[in-house]
């Protein structure tokens, strides 16, 4: 079997084996944005016997960490036809991307994944969360909350085009677990294709302003259902991004005042958000985690010293890597709210942890100390509670870019 990637003219059979795998029929219309959203010269393919068997590829992101980005390759369009599944192509397609990420010195891989058991084995950890909430609009009773100055307008796409973008790279910067999105993401994000809405309308946008500046803005859809001429209609609320939670409150008061709704929805949200406290009722919301960003390093040293620390301090880990063993060893990390450097060390390590649980904590989200009682960190209470310290951030890490 043949690990390689794809030219222009082979995109149709590509995204055939993830039609066949995925089980939908893609459309011509798509395929031409499809190929300029995809990265060629990352994409990977394995070829049996002339036939596309198996598809990956990946994005290349700056993935925000506290206080910094790390240059962070997303790895996409995993897929291996039925009649070649647990045969090893996968693990194919993962060595021949961390190959990819090693010569390209990117120090970590990402992913979203479509089940959450795939991803342990190549070494990722859950590094972010995604909350999907919904609740009826009559029950949404807002309490008094910040209040800005500005204004709500609803935008037509062409505006949109200028201010998501501008919008989304400032909230980008302070977030961990955020990933950039270039022209051509954005391009996709915009297409809006008729079979991709799910019975809903196209994308309404709405945007707060103050002092001529934007400082946040909503992209929604609504569903139109009626009964016995009752309106049933249900708002999804797909992105909400904002700079300042005076445009945050604006906008979710924008999206409960609405009428003839029903249920208001959000596609991706953070597990903790400011509406929580600002719901008089909050039990009346409805909302569910699931993994979001699964996170590998690849290069140790590159990727601690890539962040800063809450607290100063020093640990020596030792990192268990079962599938990549050279990218395991021990490392000592010294680290502050000023800077970070993180080298190979022969010191005796104050934590050992496997691949996927660091993965886990680099941005701030996972817990060693939870970890540890899991039996995947062995170190003393000690040096747990420092690493926690140290890798804890004053925001929660949170992506809300599907790729
Ligand atoms: C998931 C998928 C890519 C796995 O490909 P594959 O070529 O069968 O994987 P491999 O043969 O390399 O399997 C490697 C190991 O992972 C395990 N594994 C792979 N997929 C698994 C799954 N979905 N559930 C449980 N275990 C899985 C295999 O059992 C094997 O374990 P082993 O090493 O202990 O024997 C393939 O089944 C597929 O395309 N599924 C549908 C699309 C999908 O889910 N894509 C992932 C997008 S994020």
Same mark, same amino acid.
């Given at each position: 079997?043949?690990?390689?990637?794809?030219?222009?003219?082979?995109?149709?059979?590509?995204?055939?084996?993830?039609?066949?795998?995925?089980?939908?029929?893609?459309?011509?219309?798509?395929?031409?944005?499809?190929?300029?959203?995809?990265?060629?010269?990352?994409?990977?393919?394995?070829?049996?016997?002339?036939?596309?068997?198996?598809?990956?590829?990946?994005?290349?992101?700056?993935?925000?960490?506290?206080?910094?980005?790390?240059?962070?390759?997303?790895?996409?369009?995993?897929?291996?036809?039925?009649?070649?599944?647990?045969?090893?192509?996968?693990?194919?397609?993962?060595?021949?991307?961390?190959?990819?990420?090693?010569?390209?010195?990117?120090?970590?891989?990402?992913?979203?994944?479509?089940?959450?058991?795939?991803?342990?084995?190549?070494?990722?950890?859950?590094?972010?969360?995604?909350?999907?909430?919904?609740?009826?609009?009559?029950?949404?009773?807002?309490?008094?909350?910040?209040?800005?100055?500005?204004?709500?307008?609803?935008?037509?796409?062409?505006?949109?085009?200028?201010?998501?973008?501008?919008?989304?790279?400032?909230?980008?910067?302070?977030?961990?677990?955020?990933?950039?999105?270039?022209?051509?993401?954005?391009?996709?994000?915009?297409?809006?294709?008729?079979?991709?809405?799910?019975?809903?309308?196209?994308?309404?946008?709405?945007?707060?302003?103050?002092?001529?500046?934007?400082?946040?803005?909503?992209?929604?859809?609504?569903?139109?259902?009626?009964?016995?001429?009752?309106?049933?209609?249900?708002?999804?609320?797909?992105?909400?991004?904002?700079?300042?939670?005076?445009?945050?409150?604006?906008?979710?008061?924008?999206?409960?005042?609405?009428?003839?709704?029903?249920?208001?929805?959000?596609?991706?949200?953070?597990?903790?958000?400011?509406?929580?406290?600002?719901?008089?009722?909050?039990?009346?919301?409805?909302?569910?985690?699931?993994?979001?960003?699964?996170?590998?390093?690849?290069?140790?040293?590159?990727?601690? %010293?890539?962040?800063?620390? =809450? #607290?100063? @301090? !020093? *640990?020596?880990?030792?990192?268990?890597?079962?599938? +990549?063993? &050279?990218?395991?060893?021990?490392?000592?990390?010294?680290?502050?709210?000023?800077?970070?450097?993180?080298?190979?060390?022969?010191?005796?390590?104050?934590?050992?942890?496997?691949?996927?649980?660091?993965?886990?904590?680099?941005?701030?989200?996972? %817990?060693?100390?939870?970890? =540890? #009682?899991? @039996? !995947? *960190?062995?170190?003393?209470?000690?040096?747990?509670? +420092?690493? &926690?310290?140290?890798?804890?951030?004053?925001?929660?890490?949170?992506?809300?870019?599907?790729?």
């Amino acid at each position: 079997m043949e690990i390689r990637s794809i030219k222009r003219d082979e995109f149709r059979e590509y995204a055939s084996v993830w039609e066949r795998t995925f089980n939908f029929d893609g459309k011509d219309e798509e395929l031409e944005q499809e190929a300029d959203a995809h990265e060629l010269d990352r994409s990977i393919v394995a070829v049996d016997s002339d036939r596309f068997v198996g598809t990956g590829g990946s994005f290349s992101f700056d993935m925000t960490v506290p206080g910094g980005s790390v240059a962070a390759a997303g790895l996409t369009a995993i897929a291996v036809l039925p009649t070649h599944r647990r045969q090893g192509v996968l693990t194919a397609m993962m060595r021949h991307h961390f190959d990819d990420v090693r010569e390209r010195e990117e120090p970590v891989s990402i992913l979203r994944a479509s089940e959450s058991l795939i991803y342990s084995r190549f070494g990722y950890g859950v590094s972010t969360l995604d909350a999907r909430w919904k609740i009826r609009k009559a029950e949404a009773v807002l309490l008094p909350g910040p209040e800005g100055n500005g204004s709500i307008s609803m935008i037509d796409v062409e505006r949109a085009r200028t201010v998501l973008p501008e919008v989304y790279a400032s909230a980008a910067r302070s977030t961990p677990g955020f990933l950039s999105r270039n022209e051509s993401i954005w391009k996709h994000a915009f297409l809006d294709l008729e079979h991709w809405r799910g019975g809903f309308t196209s994308n309404r946008f709405v945007v707060y302003e103050e002092q001529g500046r934007a400082h946040g803005y909503l992209r929604y859809r609504v569903k139109d259902t009626w009964e016995q001429s009752i309106p049933k209609n249900e708002v999804l609320a797909a992105e909400l991004m904002a700079l300042t939670p005076e445009a945050e409150m604006a906008l979710w008061r924008f999206v409960f005042s609405m009428d003839l709704i029903d249920v208001v929805r959000t596609q991706n949200r953070p597990v903790h958000e400011l509406l929580d406290v600002l719901l008089a009722e909050p039990r009346r919301l409805e909302k569910r985690r699931v993994d979001g960003i699964w996170t590998r390093l690849v290069d140790v040293p590159a990727a601690l %010293s890539a962040r800063r620390y =809450r #607290v100063p @301090g !020093r *640990v020596v880990f030792e990192v268990v890597d079962r599938f +990549l063993p &050279d990218s395991g060893g021990r490392f000592a990390l010294e680290g502050s709210l000023d800077g970070a450097s993180c080298e190979p060390t022969g010191e005796e390590p104050d934590l050992i942890v496997d691949a996927g649980a660091l993965g886990a904590c680099y941005i701030g989200g996972g %817990s060693f100390e939870m970890l =540890r #009682v899991a @039996g !995947r *960190v062995e170190g003393t209470r000690e040096a747990v509670r +420092l690493a &926690d310290t140290m890798f804890s951030w004053h925001v929660d890490p949170w992506c809300p870019h599907y790729f």
